[in-house]
T-cell receptor, first 112, second 114 residues
Framework: GENVEQHPSTLSVQEGDSAVIKCTYS??????FPWYKQELGKRPQLIID?????GEKKDQRIAVTLNKTAKHFSLHITETQPEDSAVYFC???????????FGKGTMLLVSP | GAVVSQHPSRVICKSGTSVKIECRSL??????MFWYRQFPKKSLMLMAT?????????EQGVEKDKFLINHASLTLSTLTVTSAHPEDSSFYIC??????????FGPGTRLTVL
């Protein structure tokens, strides 16, 4: 089955800095990669996703890159703000299969 | 759009009792619903996948007689923790999918078994 590794487990940055979270996956058949943000005690919320037919996707301050050959994908947050502080989860799946395999999460702390 | 609710948000029960948690998709029909368990500062652990009108598919290591799942309609799935014990205390989160890939999560239910 699919295995998703996520690094780092904790990331502390100053407000305004960029943050990068990296994930690797094991199943070369996986072709859909969503990222979820979970604030303390709240539900995970989809913030961006990417499919294997593109290498990069951007939405305002967040972007995701995908390297299919290396089987890794990354979340980039620019100009971080304190409200970006949360746990971020990457996931991978085969499109249409539904079941997501999640990484262990990265706790991002943005200090003012 | 794509709102998923969960009820109750928090429940405290005595050891040996059963607890039912409801998961509803409010503005879409969910062909598939998922139940996860999340320990503090840990990732989401998939417990089971349920499709409307059919039996749930449980992940390895999850006791189907302990965690009963019913997906009676396209907008409602329930998880019943039977004969709950303190080790069942956890944060249970459901998610719903109306089509391939995208999952929308409920707000979670904090279960505490005394």
């Amino acid at each position: 089955g699919e295995n998703v590794e996520q690094h780092p487990s904790t990331l502390s940055v100053q407000e305004g800095d960029s943050a990068v979270i990296k994930c690797t996956y094991s199943d070369s058949a996986s072709n859909y990669f969503p990222w979820y943000k979970q604030e303390l005690g709240k539900r995970p919320q989809l913030i961006i996703d990417i499919r294997s037919n593109v290498g990069e996707k951007k939405d305002q301050r967040i972007a995701v890159t995908l390297n299919k050959t290396a089987k890794h994908f990354s979340l980039h947050i620019t100009e971080t703000q304190p409200e970006d502080s949360a746990v971020y989860f990457c996931a991978a799946t085969i499109s249409g299969y539904s079941t997501l395999t999640f990484g262990k999460g990265t706790m991002l702390l943005v200090s003012p | 759009g794509a709102v998923v609710s969960q009820h109750p948000s928090r429940v405290i029960c005595k050891s040996g009792t059963s607890v039912k948690i409801e998961c509803r998709s409010l503005d879409f029909q969910a062909t598939t619903m998922f139940w996860y368990r999340q320990f503090p500062k840990k990732s989401l652990m998939l417990m089971a996948t349920s499709n409307e009108g059919s039996k749930a598919t449980y992940e390895q290591g999850v006791e189907k007689d302990k965690f009963l799942i019913n997906h009676a309609s396209l907008t409602l799935s329930t998880l019943t923790v039977t004969s709950a014990h303190p080790e069942d205390s956890s944060f249970y989160i459901c998610s719903a999918s109306s089509g391939p890939d995208t999952q929308y999560f409920g707000p979670g239910t904090r279960l505490t078994v005394l």
